[in-house]
């Protein structure tokens, strides 16, 4: 986890990734972000992220990021 | 708020339509029909030189005659025809007076701004849509004559006072259709030649022509054809047989006033405003006495100056028309 | 029949008697009935292609679904019998057949639009270059063909809905019927919004009741797109037409003033569209994706980008832009760049990439000539300049002390947004890509005195016609400010019945007025109709 929020602010500092739940909904993060962001977690977390994975719901919070990956880590 | 919308709509409408009024008059010929409290016995149509040719006024003060020229400018047979079905539908006349000048034209000859004059103010029904399906220039459309604001809303930027001092009342412009004109233009010295010699009755003048006659007779109203006197146009004499062709069989007689200039005292140096195309009032006048006296001796028509009611009602369009020459 | 009639507004008043007198779970069919009517109003032969799209796409997503539910029923089935790898393997292999058929259909129906589009263009600069090239004067026939109405909308609306079948993010509608409502919705067939299976299909086949507060609502939204529409940007239009036309006579700030009004033109023209388009769709309960959020507000090109033609940008980013950053190829192409060009470039080759294709298919969707992909590459590079100018621009807004909050920065980064974008666009109504530059450059050099009597005369725009033309700019720049606070709609809403009536009559007088149509104006089609 610790390891996601240092890559997530690499990406946007100003955010405080604990409260925010609306990184998508809320533009915070734009298309450019979302796959700079995914490039990361699979260099990092060895995970593959496919298009299908690609929904906003999946990206929206820190928390829902997180069990995105586990998700991925357990396959 | 339904009511009010209805009358912002009705408003607006109103506001962009042409008013005739301070010009191009002729636009509230038809308008000024439906206004008539008392029948007129004696319908005249026809293209402009009726209006500018035919005065009513004369005709009642000689011969306690009711009348009224249902024209518009380049009446064409088509629309004469839905003319006099209109006027019959309001009320029945004793005589048809059918000016046949304008019958030479090509068969798809249409003008819109002619069109809008004769159609715009004519009363909503079945004649009028008739009259619009048969006339109508290929651009335009039923739903512009329904809601004329859909054609005339570009003329905002040409709105003048005149639309809207006369928004919602219209005094009446013209005298019984005829419309007074007291310019001067002499015609060339020599007589004009006759500018449609080899013209025909073509098919769609000569169909609608005969609707007419074929309508006047179901209806058991009298008909004369007449040319009022004018030099453009002057047609040749296989012109006059083909009109007489159609005629003839309705037992309906055709007269050339044109061959009566001398007999009339037309006096084309003096009584045209536009060197011989129509009549003006001094013209106008003689050319009345002269048709009137020939209507009253060939038909059967009553003189109403002994009736009180046709009295009052003319009196006061005399003396409209007497103030207006002032 | 074009949205912008009285034609339209009839059908629709016909249509919502005849919606709201049914029994709720048979409404849907009147919309269906109406959308084939609609259809063939506009041609009834290209009823053929909207069909085929829809029933290739119908039966891939049903193939797509059955192959998923044998799986699960075969891994249900043998769940103690398979080993962990022979499952992965059994995945695999439907996943390839599933692939394979959307592959086809996608094929298919890209296929069909492509040809149609862009074979009668192939053929001419085949025969073009084969001329220059060999001197061979035999010309190639081109077979003329036309457009189907919407081609563009319905198929990536379809194709959005067969991939997301795939990806298992929606299901696959059994009804055939259903689904070739949801393809040819009418309000949204001619120029969009391209919709979502997820956000459409609920609200197709919910039982509506008839609510005055509906009817209204989507009458004001009609209103202002007939506004938007009518009275700018077909007003316009005569004077944008002609200066691009005759290009080459006008000077300076002529060229300048068609720039900025050709901005307003195809804002008013595409979004009022639209707005119809929305509205209509909310006389019958059913709330569209909106299309435009205030473009002319955005203040960097990517925002612009993400508030005009709202569903094609997030259509693109979901179906082309996600799909090839993430694709395996692109991301082993990054890592072979990190390593041999250096971090810099390798973290950026996977972004980039793709969103070049990305801006070349923007392009291309425009429409098939060659400025289009020009327009789309110049929109590119300025998005990627602006990305890669931000650290260095941050910087000098720091010395300057300065920041992005402040008003004055606001105001200056939108005027800049606004007039980048319609320095772009000027290769939308140009003929050739050099004509776009020059015409550029002559904004710029033919710098000379302005006169506006010169204007009235030289551009046939006469003067009210000018005046009437900003008030309507500004009326509608006002109105974008009000919007900023949440949907008019609702707020008038909120108001008295006589300001609803009046805002209501007022913009209703204002269109049938000074709107741009009837003999004398031709009112011309919309603009992306056939896109």
Redesign the interface.
Known sequence: MEELREILEGIHPEVDYDSETGLIDRRIFDSFDVITLVGELMDHFDVEITAEQMVPDHFNSMQAIWSLLEELMEE | ?LA??VF?FWT?NLL?MPKYIEKDPDGRITAEFYREKLNNDVIFTGSSTVYAGINPITLWKEYGLTSYDRSNSSQTAWIAYYMIKDAIAVAKPKLVVLDVGFFYVADDYAE?AENRKTLDDMRIGREKFQCMKTVMTE??TV??YLFP???F??R??YLTAEDFKYLYYKPSVTYNGYIRSDLVEPAAAEKKEENLQDVRLSNRNGLFLENILQLCRDEQIPVLLIKTPSHDPKWGDEFEADLKFVADPYGVDYINFDDYTDEIGLDYSKDTPDGGGHLNASGAEKFSKYLGAYLTEHFTLTDHRNDPAYVKVWQEKCERYDNGQQ | MSLIS?EFLCFCLVLVLLFYLIKGPYQWIILLVASIAFYCFCGPKYIVYILVTATTVYFTARGIEGFSKKRDAYLADHKETLGREEKKAYKADIKSRQKRLLFLCILLNVGILATLKYLDFGIAYFNYYRLMLTGNTNLVLQPMLILPLGISFYTFQSLGYVIDVYYGKVKAERQYFRFLLFVSFFPQIIQGPISRFADLEPQLFTPKRFETERIKSGLYRILFGLFKKLVIADRLSAYVTRTAAFREDYKGIYLLLCIFFYAFQIYGDFSGGIDVAIGTAELFGIRLTDNFERPFFSKSIAEYWRRWHITLGTWFRDYIFYPLSVNKRVLNLGKWCRSHLGEGVGKRVPIYLPMIAVWALTGMWHGSESKYIVWGLCNCFFLILGTEAEPFSARIMEKLHLRNDMFVMKCYRIFKTFWLMSFLRVFDFVKTPRDGFCMIRDAFIKWDTFDWHEVYTTLLF?K??VIVAFVAIILLTVVSLIQRKGRIADRLLKKS?WIQ?STL?AFA?LI????S?????DAQSFIYMNF
Request: glycine share 8%.
């Open positions: 708020m009010l919308t912002l607006v962009f819109e651009d335009e739903k512009d604001i859909l054609r809303h570009t905002w930027k | 009285i006469p009210e016609e019945p009536y009559a007088l049938l007025i000074f709107g149509y009837g003999l004398g104006y």
